[in-house]
């Protein structure tokens, strides 16, 4: 890996699932990690002192969002994207490939570059691989990620396999177009639910010799399943000696389903998403905070959790959401990151203990408790 | 004053300005001194924990709205509204007569009680003394403010009398209705902008007794003099030994007015009312974060400022904005109450040392600069 950066591998258990230390020119941080989401350099509702109150290492960021607001100029005058929003430890962007595809206009690939109009106010942008370098570079995280080709599932194998390899050029391209030193780049795999496009993607991948590994395209709704054997075909042809990335994801026992395939790193917008709406993570299963259950309920959220929120109790939340105040969204945005950070501290304190396994299925079991859980 | 209350005076300058120390059964507080607003049990879009930050030492919340959500009972079973919302120092409750006569529809006034619809379902409510009294000894708060008949001004002087005396009678009511021998009781001087008229309120609230004094039907468009020059005509009239509330007020001006006219606390929602809406005070004058010529400025918004907001950048705080993210009311409204409270302490330093008069002029010039002021 580049200067300033490391993964080491504190324990592995049968099977796969790992601990780590990814340590970057920022600071360390221990895996499996998850970063919270701070799309546009804010993770909403929650000041960036409070996000590391949850016990958050690494923080992502979007360069796709951020060139579009403030523009990557902005943000690089800020001493990057880390020294702009406050955040003293490790920051992650994504290069946006999957949001020119699921948010912008008039998306146009060619094998030079993507073409589209910006979600914001549809001003014509094309963001190529070597563009996608430049502009992570400025925005200047710890970690880049290549431009992928993203296709939405269910797509034709051809599509699919036309994407993937399209991404695998352009991974080539990023590799060669990458220039700062401080800077650690991740490659990604594509490939759909297909396993061999999987397996083809990791090993050319792997060839091409990034500083970590993503797997992308996944949690578009395929279902755990298949997201499970998705990795299964995929995580065995990447390096053991690299972080492995998970995007997007996900769902508390995605993650565990995940770690448990040997992933180290994960993202997701869902904890701050879900607390906005009043809908709340616990080891017990779900909590709908709107829920006339808790009108007079004067336990926090759970027992035991160190938040914020979890000082104050069920009945006031509830009351906070009910009268539209925003520190309704804010405490249970606070309370959901810090569920995940708790609930990815736990994994790896399994693997450490060698008791992965067990502590997989009582989480697992507990959290299918699920009480007020939607669908 | 009642038992585990007092009110000390550490130093009085020429022509009326106070600097003291009101204590509670839930801590003392220096005075002058400012009331973050937490109108239904939350101070909008900033934890309880940042609220103490800003400096603040004690806090309103509004008794019309916690009756109507989520009710008494609930904030009674929770130890009562400092509890319910975590606040770990003294607290106040507005009875909800000034809400009464601006929100609520249908309003009805006998000399019983003012009786009303809901502002939230249209509900039939109806408010006495008695019942106010009961309600704010549920909600629990230090502090009780007596129920008043508030009349909009401009209004005929007939009105204003008859407001005023029914407030007087109210008043009585109140004080023989009042039972919580750990809660105080504070009385509401009105009569709108007749001279005449605040005197014989100031003068016979003084002979009920109560343990401290309100001006109240202030700051409703009458304009900075006539707001001052009806504090010149109440204030001599209350006695010295008691704590001098003026409600609702006010801008920082304002602020600086009323306390060279001997008043000692204050509420306002401005604070984070302005910073939702991305305007906040400095020292300089009014900032109006969405303008341009923030735009790349590397500037905290207030050099030596001590708040959260003002370890980031103006151009961030300005993106944070644009791009709506949530984020950017909470730190604005972080930095306005830390300037209200930094503004108070100000004041009261320099009636401590002596040199208020000269801290005044500084405070006026500087703010008078207000490059951004509206209107």
């Known amino acids: 890996m580049r200067t300033g950066f490391a993964f080491h591998l504190d324990a592995v258990n049968p099977g796969g699932p790992r601990a780590g230390v990814l340590t970057t020119p920022h600071g360390s941080v221990p895996t499996p990690l998850f970063m919270p989401v701070a799309t546009l350099a804010s993770v909403k509702g929650v000041d960036i002192g409070r996000v590391a109150e949850t016990g958050a290492g690494m923080v992502l960021a979007n360069a796709y969002h951020l060139h579009l607001r403030p523009g990557e100029a902005l943000v690089e005058q800020a001493g990057g994207v880390a020294a702009f929003m406050g955040w003293r430890g490790p920051t992650l962007t994504d290069s946006g490939g999957f949001q020119v595809f699921s948010l912008a206009q008039q998306v146009r690939v060619s ?110 709704g395929e279902g755990p399943e298949a997201m499970v054997e998705t990795l299964r075909a995929t995580v065995p042809h990447l390096p053991a000696d690299r ?107 399994g693997v450490i203990s060698g008791a992965f396994d067990a502590v997989c299925r009582d989480l697992l079991a507990r959290l299918a408790l699920a009480p007020e859980a939607d669908g």
């Open 111 to 220: 094998e030079s570059a993507a073409s589209f109009r910006s979600h914001i106010d549809g001003s014509p942008v094309e963001l190529s691989p070597e563009a996608s370098m430049r502009l992570q570079e400025r925005i200047g995280a710890d970690v880049a990620m290549q431009l992928d080709h993203v296709v939405a599932l269910p797509a034709p194998r051809e599509a699919v396999a036309d994407a993937m390899r399209r991404s695998l050029r352009w991974a080539e391209r990023c590799l060669a177009a990458h220039r700062r030193p401080d800077q650690a780049l991740f490659g990604i795999v594509q490939g759909g639910l297909e396993a061999d496009l999987r397996e083809e993607s990791a090993t050319r991948l792997r060839g091409l010799g990034f500083d970590g590994y993503a797997v992308g395209g996944l949690s578009v």
């Open 243 to 349: 972080p492995r990335y998970l995007m997007g994801v996900g769902q508390p026992r995605d993650i565990i389903a995940a770690v448990a395939a040997g992933i180290d790193m994960f993202d997701c917008v869902l904890p701050t998403r879900c607390g906005r709406n009043s809908l709340v993570y616990t080891f017990d299963g779900q909590v709908r905070l709107r829920n006339l259950r808790h009108a007079t309920d004067p336990r926090p959220l759970e027992e035991g959790c160190p938040c914020l929120a979890c000082r104050h109790s069920r009945s006031y939340l509830r009351h906070l959401f009910l009268a539209g105040e925003m520190l309704g969204p804010i405490l249970a945005s606070i309370h959901n990151l810090t569920f995940y950070q708790r609930l990815v501290a736990r994994l790896r304190d």
